[in-house]
């Protein structure tokens, strides 16, 4: 019998691929249907799922609690829990911490808070929490290692390293079977149990699956399943000195969660048959419940000027090339947070970029794009000056009455129905002093250049049409003052703002409403596209001009901004108060990127 379920609203409105088709063939053939979560063999380890639910799919997203996640690990997560979401499913998040010495809890926290901030949750509709740890199962996991030793399926290895290595053989050479390979199962359990017992020093043995030394896939030549480490794990203290390799744990964690679909990157593939032969023998011993786990790889994401290895991406924290973690040239989810990514433009860019199997580069301007889709209707725009020349309005008492005079101006917060009484406005004043850009004047101008020079007219932007008349110089003959009348009558939104015709409207904020703030300018980390690639030494590739800093002032509409909250600044791209240090009294401004595509110059 065969009957098509239909699947979710949001499962057929996503452009699928190849996880999505296997996954709606196993929902249209059965496959997981009537699937046991609850209280199968392998349930002694597995308490944490609760009673029965009815989830259709189970993905997980099975990190390392060794570092911050990347942007790739975005890719990941927006995968496994998206899926899950499309198709009725629940997405376990793993803590794969099967590694004392490199794990912490800070990673922990940080891990979870990233996948919370992505819009995900691991919760399921019944409230139950589906967060796990590969720690919890290690009662189990030994149990199974005893199970292979009893059935001849292992033993203990005691090889230096170097024998160990050297019989490996490699892709043309065949491996050496080693001398305790025949070991008796007795022995073996014995020996194992000294290992456990911290009997023996770190090193001196391992725990080896016994398949075939032969094998062309050298994962499948006695692959390590445990090994001896006297290290404090973040979880489990000192209760252990042997720890499952990550290899054997993986599939164990994934058939005692019940995972229908485990997926994961391409440089597992060859890591398949071992997953599938652990699986399989664990299951014909009744240790695990039926039907197992599969795995399925696609392809990590490549990001262009970006480096995705978390060792690497800690080298440049431990070494303080940048300020931590969570600097904003990060690819750390935290980084990216910090620049002023938005959640909805990593979800959309990971949709975006798809699912495959091919080895593929993404152009950063993709994910850039994601970012100004976002924002271009929802932040509020601004006027800034970056590079700050004062402008004087000269005839200013003359045509208002006083030099003190303020002129009150508004504009629109956002672009679109500018008639519509609706839009937000900002309010800002002009007077005799204006802040302005500096390359806004040129005392003899390049051809074609229209903003200020002496003689021409310009609009300062939703105030009034001015003259240049000049300029003040230092004795280096630097300016230091740009002199203009202002044309009376032409005020934006007046009867008379079309009366003079100008070619340009030049962003600027008035000196006496000028709220002064710290404006950092990022630029990519590194300067070539793939600095990770071919063996580059990525440190000698980075961008000295990655992060410039300036004293900026920007209109008041910006004082009351709070820590995330976003902004256009009008003509240089989307800026974000930034969450860890800007305040009132000391605002201060990332840059997220540009107003269009400037990665390809
Ligand atoms: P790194 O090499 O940076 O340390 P990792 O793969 O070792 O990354 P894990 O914590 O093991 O880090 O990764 C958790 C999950 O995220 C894995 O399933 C892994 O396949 C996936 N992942 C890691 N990097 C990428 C990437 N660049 N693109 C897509 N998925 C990724
Ligand atoms: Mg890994």
């Known amino acids: 019998m065969s009957t098509t379920t239909p699947h979710s609203p949001e499962a057929v409105a996503k452009p699928t691929n190849f996880l999505r088709q296997i996954i709606e063939n196993h929902l249209d053939n059965g496959t997981h249907a009537g699937r046991h979560w609850g209280g199968g063999p392998g349930d002694a380890a597995h308490h944490a799922a609760g009673p029965v639910d009815t989830a259709k799919i189970r993905t997980r997203f099975p990190p390392e609690p060794n570092g911050y996640l990347h942007v790739g690990h975005a890719k990941s997560i927006c995968l496994n829990f998206g899926l899950a979401q499309d198709y009725d499913g629940i997405c376990h998040l793993r803590f794969d911490d099967t590694n004392p010495e490199k794990e912490e809890q800070e990673y922990v926290e940080s891990i979870k808070d990233a996948v919370r901030w992505l819009g995900f949750d691991w919760q399921d509709a019944q409230g139950h929490s ?140 060859d890591q398949r048959p071992f997953y599938d032969w652990l699986l399989d023998h664990l299951r014909t011993g009744g240790l695990i419940a039926t039907p197992q786990p599969r795995q399925y790889e696609f392809s990590r994401l490549n990001l262009t000027y970006v480096i995705t290895s978390k060792r690497k991406l800690k080298h440049l924290v431990d070494s303080g090339t ?38 593929s580069w993404i152009d950063y301007a993709t994910l850039d794009g994601c970012l100004r889709e976002d924002l271009e209707h929802q932040a509020h ?108 009558d032409t005020k934006s939104g007046t009867p008379g703002a079309d009366s003079v015709k100008v070619k340009a409207a030049i962003t600027w904020v008035a000196q006496h409403d000028a709220v002064q703030a710290e404006v950092r300018l990022y630029d990519r980390l590194f300067t070539d596209a793939q600095p990770d690639a071919g063996g580059k030494d990525y440190l000698a590739l980075l961008n000295p001009n990655s992060l410039k800093v300036v004293t900026a002032y920007v209109e008041p509409s910006l004082a009351s901004a709070q820590p995330d909250d976003k902004f256009q600044f009008e003509r240089f791209g989307y800026f974000v108060a930034d969450r860890q240090e800007h305040r009132a009294d000391r605002p201060v401004f990332n840059k997220i990127t540009g107003l269009k595509d400037s990665w390809g110059k």
Not at 467 to 479: F, L, M, P, R, S
């Open 130 to 269: 589906h967060l796990y740890y590969a720690s919890n199962y290690f009662d189990f996991m030994h149990r199974a290692a005893v199970y292979l030793i009893e059935q001849g399926l292992a033993y203990v290895d005691e090889q230096s390293a170097e024998d160990m290595r050297a019989n490996r053989g490699d892709f043309t050479t065949p491996g050496k079977d080693s001398p305790y390979r025949n070991r008796s199962v007795a022995d073996n359990l014995q020996r194992f149990a000294d290992m456990k017992n911290g009997l023996l020093a770190d090193g001196a043995a391992v725990l080896r699956a016994k398949i075939d030394m032969a094998a062309p896939n050298i994962n499948l030549r006695d692959p390590a399943i445990y090994r001896i480490r006297r290290a404090t794990h973040h979880n489990t203290g000192d209760a252990w000195c042997i720890y499952p390799m990550y290899t054997f744990a993986h599939p164990i964690e994934d058939a005692l969660e019940h995972i229908t679909h485990s997926i994961c990157t391409l440089e597992f593939e």
């Open 322 to 359: 940048v300020s931590g973690w969570d600097d904003p040239r990060m690819p750390t989810i935290v980084g990216l947070r910090r620049r002023g990514y938005t959640p909805a433009a990593i979800r959309n860019f990971c949709e975006r970029i798809g699912v495959t199997k091919d080895y």
């Open 381 to 488: 725009r601004a006027m800034v000056v970056l590079d700050p020349l004062v402008l004087e309005l000269t005839n200013w008492a003359e045509v208002f009455g006083s030099s003190d005079h303020i002129e009150a101006c508004h504009l629109p917060a956002l672009p679109h129905g500018k008639d519509d009484a609706d839009v937000p406005q900002r309010h800002f004043g002009l007077g005799r002093h204006v802040w302005i850009e500096r390359e806004d004047f040129e005392e003899t101008p390049p051809k074609g250049y229209k903003r200020l020079f002496p003689g021409n007219k310009v609009r300062l932007k939703g105030g009034y049409v001015i003259e240049c008349n000049g300029c003040e110089k230092d004795a280096d003959g630097k300016v230091t003052k740009v002199l203009a009348t202002v044309v009376p």
